[in-house]
């Protein structure tokens, strides 16, 4: 079975772009969650959806949004770059939204310039 | 959210040594703690979790231990080898609602053959 998949690997932006980043997680998983990892630092949570529905939100600005479909998938999007939203954007995914249950994708490495 | 953190942030040992790893955490209300492990351009990997009930459990080659007096939390790697080389990542979570993870900064873990 595959396991969490995003897209892009990689992407490079400039200063106020939007950008969209897509997440498809373990087949028959109902949850994802989003995670932002700057360089040298632990992951940071963003959002949590389940059944497409929202069901937490990290200490980030409203620049930051996302969504899940109805096949589970999901999209984080982030308006307005900043050069400090640079970072590794990690995707996990789980059947019931627990934290301890989840598998992480290989990330979407975003550089703002 | 609570803070998750770690003692030292490198550590070399020598193949076939066992690794200990060390994490302290500051909120007693997790029910969940996480090791993972991230190689180089990767998400990060689980690798063994304990409910706050235990103090110890074990797997393949790697042990958890837990000390809720001290809230201290640590990963023990048996014959390490070059495939272990990798930042290790503790991870506390609460099934509250909040689902979400709390990851502390990373331990660097450098075998040496």
């Known amino acids: 079975d595959a396991g969490v998949t995003q897209s892009p690997t990689h992407l490079i932006k400039t200063r106020g772009q939007h950008v969209t980043l897509r997440c498809s997680p373990i087949?028959?998983?109902?949850?994802v969650s989003w995670y932002q990892q700057v360089l040298g630092q632990g992951p940071q949570f963003i959002f949590q959806?389940?059944?497409?529905?929202?069901?937490g939100r990290g200490n980030f600005p409203d620049r930051f949004s996302a969504r899940q479909f109805p096949n589970y998938s999901s999209e984080l999007n982030v308006n307005a770059l900043l050069l400090g939203d640079s970072a590794l954007y990690l995707c996990?995914?789980?059947?019931?939204?627990?934290?301890?249950?989840?598998?992480f994708g290989p990330g979407t490495r975003l550089t703002v310039l | 959210g609570e803070s998750v953190g770690l003692h030292l942030p490198t550590l070399s040992v020598q193949e076939g040594d066992n690794s200990i790893i060390n994490c302290a955490y500051s909120?007693?209300?997790?029910?969940?703690f996480i090791w993972y492990k991230q190689e180089s351009g990767k998400g990060p990997q689980f690798i063994i979790d304990?409910?706050?009930?235990?103090d110890k459990r074990q797997g393949q080659r790697v042990t958890v231990l837990l000390n809720k007096t001290v809230k201290h939390l640590s990963l023990q790697i048996a014959a390490t080898q070059p495939g272990d080389s990798a930042v290790y990542f503790c991870?506390?979570?609460?099934?509250?609602?909040?689902?979400?993870?709390?990851f502390g900064t990373g331990t660097r873990l450098t075998v040496i053959p």
């Open positions: 996990a995914s789980s059947f019931f939204p627990l934290g301890h249950e989840q598998f």
């Open positions: 087949s028959g998983h109902k949850s």
């Open positions: 959806y389940y059944e497409k529905e929202e069901r």
């Open positions: 909120n007693s209300a997790s029910d969940y």
């Open positions: 304990i409910r706050s009930n235990m």
């Open positions: 991870a506390e979570t609460r099934e509250n609602g909040a689902n979400n993870l709390f």
